[in-house]
C-alpha cells in the first residue's frame, strides 16, 4: 500500500501558523467572525503557499518566493504616519477626500471620515464593521466571486486587522474623489493585512483611488484586498497606484461586481515592489453592464510583477475592454494573465483583450497568457498579444529631428504607456498620475 505524499511545511508557512495563534484573541470581531477567520486559515493552511503546480500562480511561485513570514507590525506612530504621508503623496495637487491606513491599521485623526459623512457617504472601519451585529458582516470576509480557493485571499480574511468599508447610497454623486491610502512606516520589516470594501448604489457615482507606498530598503510584507459593488445604473472609477519600496511583497486582490447598466472603469499602475502580485476578478452581472480595465506595468531591477485578471460576462448585452501595457528591463520578470469568461446567459457579448510589453535589456523576461472561454454563441470576443522592443525605425526617425537617443526612447515608452491612463475617463486623475509614470521613465531607457 503506498502512502500519500506529504509536502512539508516551510519556514513562511510555519511562521504565519504561528502569527496567527498569537493574534487570534485579538483580532477584531465577534465571536462569529472568530469562527470565520478559523476557517479561513484552515483553507490557508490546506493549501498552503501558491507555488507554480497551481495553475492561477504558474507565474509566480510564491511557496519558493517568499522565504520568510515578517511579524505583523504594531500600529504605528502618528509622527512616522505624517512623515510618510507627506513624502510619499501620489496624488499631490488633487482635491480628494483621504482615508489613511497605516501598517494595517486606520488613523482617525489623519483622515477625511467626517468630511465624507457630509456628503452622505457612510464609512466604517473594518475592526467597526466586525463588531456590528448584521448579516452582511461576514459576507466582507468571503472569498470574491471567481476566484475559487485562493491561499491569500484566505490568509487575509484570517488576519485582516483593518481597512474601510464605504456606502455610497443610491443617486449621491460624491463631489470629490476618494483616496484609500495604504503606507508603510516601519523601520523594520513587518507585515500588513488590511481588507476593504466599498458599496456605489443605484444610479451613484463615486471615484476611489487606492495608493500602496512604503519605504525604500526595507522587506515589508503587504497583504490587501477590496471588494467593491456598482448598482444598477451606477457609475464608479478606480485608480489603483502600487509604488512599494524595492525590497518590499505586495499581494493584491480586487474584486467588482457590476449590476443592470452600470459601468466600472478601473486603472491599474504598478512599479517599484520587489515583488508584485495583482490579481482582479470582474463580474458582469446585469444586462448592458460595462467595464473598462487598463494598466501600466514597470518593472525593472531585479523586480518580479504578476498580473491575472479575470472578466466573467453572466448577462446579456454586456461590455468589456481590457488593455494593459507592459515594460520590463534590466533583470525583471514579469507576467499577465487575462481570461475573458462568457457565460451561457451573456448572449450579445462584447469583449476584447490586448496585452503589449517592451522587453529594454536581454535579461528581461516576460510572459503573457490571455484566454477567451465561451459558453454561448450570439458574442463579439477577440484577445491579443505583442512582446518587442522598441522600434529603431521611430528612434531614427526622431534623431533625424534631432531629438537625442535617450530622449527618443523616453518619449516612445511614455506614448506606449500613456494609452492605458486614458482609459480611466477622468481626464483629472489620468493627469495627475502621468508624474508616477514619468518618475519611473527617467531611468529606464538604458
Given at each position: ?29 465577534s465571536?462569529?467572525?472568530a ?45 512616522a504616519v ?12 488633487i ?113 476611489l ?14 497583504n ?15 485608480v ?54 487598463s ?103 526622431l ?34 498620475v ?13
Open positions: 500500500m503506498s502512502a500519500e505524499p506529504r509536502t512539508l511545511k516551510t519556514e513562511a508557512e510555519l511562521a504565519l501558523a504561528e502569527q496567527y495563534r498569537g493574534a487570534r484573541a485579538i483580532l477584531p470581531g465571536a462569529a467572525v469562527r470565520k477567520r478559523d476557517e479561513a486559515f484552515a483553507t490557508f493552511e490546506r493549501l498552503g503557499l501558491p507555488h507554480r503546480r497551481v495553475e492561477a500562480w504558474k507565474y509566480t511561485d510564491l511557496r519558493a518566493l517568499m522565504r520568510v513570514a515578517v511579524p505583523v507590525a504594531d500600529p504605528p506612530n502618528p509622527v505624517t512623515a510618510a504621508l507627506t513624502d510619499a503623496d501620489a496624488l499631490a495637487g482635491d480628494r477626500y483621504r482615508l489613511i491606513v497605516a501598517d494595517g491599521h486606520f488613523q482617525e485623526s489623519q483622515s477625511d471620515r467626517q468630511a465624507l459623512l457630509a456628503e452622505g457617504v457612510e464609512v466604517a472601519t473594518l475592526a467597526e464593521f466586525l463588531g456590528f451585529d448584521h448579516p452582511s458582516v461576514l459576507d466582507i470576509l468571503a472569498t470574491p466571486p471567481g476566484a475559487g480557493e485562493d491561499a491569500i485571499i484566505a490568509l487575509n480574511a484570517a488576519l485582516a486587522t483593518d481597512g474601510v468599508v464605504l456606502i455610497v447610497p443610491p443617486g449621491t454623486i460624491v463631489s470629490k474623489p476618494i483616496e484609500i491610502v495604504h503606507v508603510s512606516t516601519t523601520t523594520g520589516a513587518t507585515s500588513s493585512y488590511s481588507r476593504s470594501a466599498v458599496q456605489v448604489g443605484a444610479g451613484a457615482s463615486a471615484r483611488v487606492v495608493t500602496r507606498t512604503g519605504p525604500l530598503g526595507i522587506g515589508y510584507q503587504a490587501s484586498v477590496l471588494g467593491l459593488s456598482v448598482g444598477a445604473g451606477g457609475r464608479a472609477t478606480v489603483d497606484i502600487a509604488a512599494d519600496g524595492d525590497r518590499s511583497q505586495h499581494l493584491a486582490s480586487f474584486s467588482a461586481r457590476v449590476a443592470e447598466g452600470a459601468t466600472l472603469d478601473h486603472l491599474a499602475l504598478r512599479a517599484g515592489a520587489g515583488l508584485s502580485r495583482l490579481q482582479g476578478y470582474f463580474s458582469l452581472e446585469g444586462e448592458g453592464a460595462g467595464l473598462t480595465a494598466g501600466a506595468n514597470m518593472l525593472d531591477a531585479k523586480a518580479h510583477g504578476d498580473v491575472l485578471l479575470l472578466i466573467e460576462h453572466a448577462a446579456p448585452a454586456t461590455t468589456s475592454r481590457l488593455l494593459y501595457r507592459n515594460v520590463a528591463k534590466d533583470d525583471a520578470v514579469g507576467a499577465f494573465e487575462g481570461r475573458i469568461l462568457v457565460r451561457p446567459v451573456a448572449q450579445k457579448t462584447d469583449g476584447r483583450m490586448m496585452v503589449n510589453t517592451l522587453l529594454l535589456s536581454d535579461s528581461a523576461e516576460f510572459a503573457a497568457k490571455p484566454e477567451l472561454e465561451i459558453y454561448a454563441d450570439d458574442v463579439q470576443c477577440g484577445h491579443g498579444a505583442t512582446t518587442g522592443q522598441i522600434d529603431e525605425t521611430a528612434v531614427f526617425y534623431q533625424s529631428r534631432g531629438v537625442p537617443r535617450k530622449e527618443a526612447e523616453a518619449l516612445l515608452l511614455k506614448a506606449f504607456l500613456a494609452e492605458p491612463l486614458a482609459g480611466v475617463g477622468d481626464p483629472a486623475l489620468a493627469a495627475a502621468e508624474p508616477l509614470v514619468d518618475a519611473w521613465l527617467a531611468g529606464a531607457p538604458e
